[in-house]
């Protein structure tokens, strides 16, 4: 029974190659037919490497198609994040010397309660806006009170996402809202720097409740990857519900992450975002390159990331 098996594999194997010599030999393989008889060798290891060629070229057009993918819709990214001029409005810098400080338009409320995510080993932000009269609610579930004497910032050990979590580790913006009592409020600040955590959290975000912050700064992770169809599927809907209501002010490419190239120009991994809500000011084209002079390096061993206008 074994003899009968090994003939049947050894006939099948015989007609498989037969095929293959035939089709070498009428030129159907993509080689030029020759008509110097070839060795049974020589027709093998020929229709191996067209075999090997045909596998390969798919994956080098892949990466070319990525490598598309990122300059168009990083050009989406230019056009939904180009920073508009505020006529009516002065720009401070707020937290850190370096990393941890953002520029945002200063408002004359300084009553609204301020929400930051993301607070890692660093609150100037969240000091410098207590100073100024908002009451803070910190969240982070890395990490314990980083000031439990100071009554003016009330933390919170959960992290943020787009949905709640089975553990009730990790909450969604409307949930926090709601039991805080500002689910009603319109002059809320927002600060978020979750590591790649905005997307879903801005993407599945209501309408409304975005719509309840005059102002929002956050950090946009692994814009680098928009070449990914992935990626860009969970992108694309997080900018535009942070364009709907609210108009980029201000943005500085943080250092500490690498670029790409785009059109030419250095298009950075990591980008610090300002909005300022629809109905808070004036806005008009603005003409300024980026960084200015209230921006400072993330990390000042490492020279800063030329943005230009930011415009495509």
Same mark, same amino acid.
């Not at 580790?169 to 500002?182: C, Y």
């Not at 002079?293 to 206008?309: F, H, Q, V």
């Given at each position: 029974?074994?003899?009968?098996? !090994?003939?049947? /594999?050894?006939?099948?194997?015989?007609?498989?190659?037969?095929?293959?010599?035939? &089709?070498?030999?009428?030129?159907?393989?993509?080689?030029q037919?020759?008509?110097?008889?070839?060795? +049974?060798?020589?027709l093998? #290891?020929?229709?191996i490497?067209?075999?090997?060629h045909?596998?390969?070229?798919?994956?080098?057009?892949?990466?070319?198609?990525?490598?598309?993918?990122?300059?168009? #819709?990083?050009?989406?990214?230019? *056009?939904?994040?180009?920073?508009?001029?505020?006529?009516?409005?002065?720009?401070?810098?707020v937290?850190?010397?370096?990393?941890?400080?953002?520029?945002?338009?200063e408002?004359?409320?300084?009553?609204?309660?301020?929400?930051?995510?993301?607070? $890692?080993? &660093?609150?100037?932000?969240?000091?410098?806006?207590?100073d100024?009269?908002?009451?803070?609610?910190?969240?982070?579930?890395?990490?314990? *009170? @980083?000031? @439990?004497?100071?009554?003016?910032?009330?933390? %919170? +050990? %959960?992290?943020i996402d $787009?949905?709640?979590?089975?553990?009730?580790?990790?909450?969604?913006?409307?949930?926090?809202?709601?039991?805080?009592?500002?689910?009603?409020? *319109?002059?809320?600040?927002?600060k978020?720097?979750?590591?790649g955590s905005?997307?879903?959290?801005?993407?599945?975000?209501g309408?409304?409740?975005?719509?309840?912050?005059t102002?929002?700064?956050?950090?946009?992770?692994?814009?680098?990857?928009?070449?990914?169809?992935?990626d860009?599927?969970?992108?694309? @809907?997080?900018?535009?519900?942070?364009?709907? &209501?609210?108009?980029? /002010?201000?943005?500085?490419? &943080?250092?500490?992450?690498?670029?790409?190239?785009? #059109?030419?120009?250095? %298009? +950075?991994?990591?980008?610090?975002?300002t909005?300022?809500?629809?109905?808070?000011? !004036?806005?008009?084209?603005?003409?300024?390159?980026?960084?200015?002079?209230?921006?400072?390096?993330?990390? @000042? #061993?490492? +020279?800063?990331?030329?943005?230009?206008?930011?415009?495509?």
């Amino acid at each position: 029974m074994l003899t009968g098996c !090994v003939s049947s /594999v050894a006939g099948f194997l015989q007609i498989q190659f037969d095929d293959y010599t035939r &089709n070498l030999c009428k030129g159907r393989s993509g080689f030029q037919s020759s008509s110097v008889r070839m060795r +049974p060798k020589s027709l093998f #290891n020929q229709r191996i490497r067209a075999l090997f060629h045909r596998r390969v070229r798919p994956l080098y057009h892949k990466g070319t198609r990525r490598k598309l993918r990122l300059q168009k #819709n990083a050009m989406h990214v230019l *056009d939904l994040l180009h920073p508009r001029a505020v006529t009516n409005g002065r720009f401070a810098r707020v937290g850190s010397q370096f990393d941890g400080g953002y520029v945002m338009v200063e408002q004359a409320r300084t009553d609204g309660a301020a929400y930051s995510f993301g607070i $890692g080993g &660093n609150i100037d932000w969240d000091r410098h806006m207590a100073d100024a009269g908002h009451t803070v609610f910190q969240y982070d579930h890395t990490v314990r *009170d @980083p000031a @439990p004497d100071d009554s003016r910032m009330v933390f %919170f +050990p %959960f992290g943020i996402d $787009g949905h709640r979590s089975m553990d009730g580790r990790m909450r969604t913006l409307e949930d926090l809202l709601r039991s805080n009592g500002h689910q009603t409020c *319109d002059d809320l600040i927002l600060k978020m720097d979750v590591e790649g955590s905005e997307w879903p959290v801005l993407s599945t975000i209501g309408e409304g409740t975005l719509a309840q912050f005059t102002q929002i700064v956050v950090e946009l992770h692994g814009l680098a990857k928009l070449g990914s169809k992935r990626d860009w599927r969970k992108v694309e @809907p997080a900018l535009r519900a942070m364009t709907l &209501n609210h108009v980029p /002010v201000h943005i500085h490419g &943080n250092n500490c992450s690498r670029t790409v190239e785009v #059109n030419g120009r250095p %298009f +950075p991994n990591v980008l610090e975002v300002t909005l300022l809500r629809k109905d808070q000011a !004036v806005f008009a084209d603005r003409y300024c390159s980026f960084p200015t002079e209230l921006d400072a390096p993330n990390d @000042p #061993n490492l +020279p800063e990331i030329i943005l230009g206008r930011f415009v495509r």
